[in-house]
């Protein structure tokens, strides 16, 4: 068992930074893939970007790969999003997710519904 809690969340304006935490519990966490996912108002929740266990492997969605980094922290239990040049687009709720893999991050792992664990989210709120 995974709980995970999101925090970084706020209002900035257009062209600003955030850095979303996401803290884990147990003592496995370096053997889980992590993901972050975000989800508009009226909108489905989408896939933002996702790191394997030992951070060798990352994914990104085409449409935040210039802007967005995803890190985490094993000795911490944490993983991370940084986000820059943030738009009025970006404004969401944002999730993190885990879930255990042996290697790598499989694409399917852009897929909500492969993971087993979730956040309850961090609203981003971006101004223009």
């Known amino acids: 068992q995974v709980q995970l809690v999101e925090s970084g969340g706020g209002l900035v304006q257009a062209g600003g930074s955030l850095r979303l935490s996401c803290a884990a519990s147990?003592?496995?966490?370096?053997?889980?893939?992590m993901g972050w996912f975000r989800q508009a108002p009226g909108k489905e929740r989408e896939f933002v970007a996702a790191i394997s266990g030992n951070s060798i492997s990352r994914l990104y969605a085409d449409s935040v790969k210039d802007r967005f980094t995803i890190s985490r922290d094993n000795a911490k239990n944490t993983v991370y999003l940084q986000i820059n040049s943030l738009k009025p687009e970006d404004t969401a709720v944002y999730y993190c997710a885990a879930e255990s893999v042996l290697f790598g991050i499989p694409q399917r792992m852009k897929v909500p519904q492969e993971y087993d664990y979730w956040g309850q989210g961090t609203q981003v709120t971006v101004s223009s």
């Open positions: 147990g003592s496995t966490f370096s053997s889980y893939v």
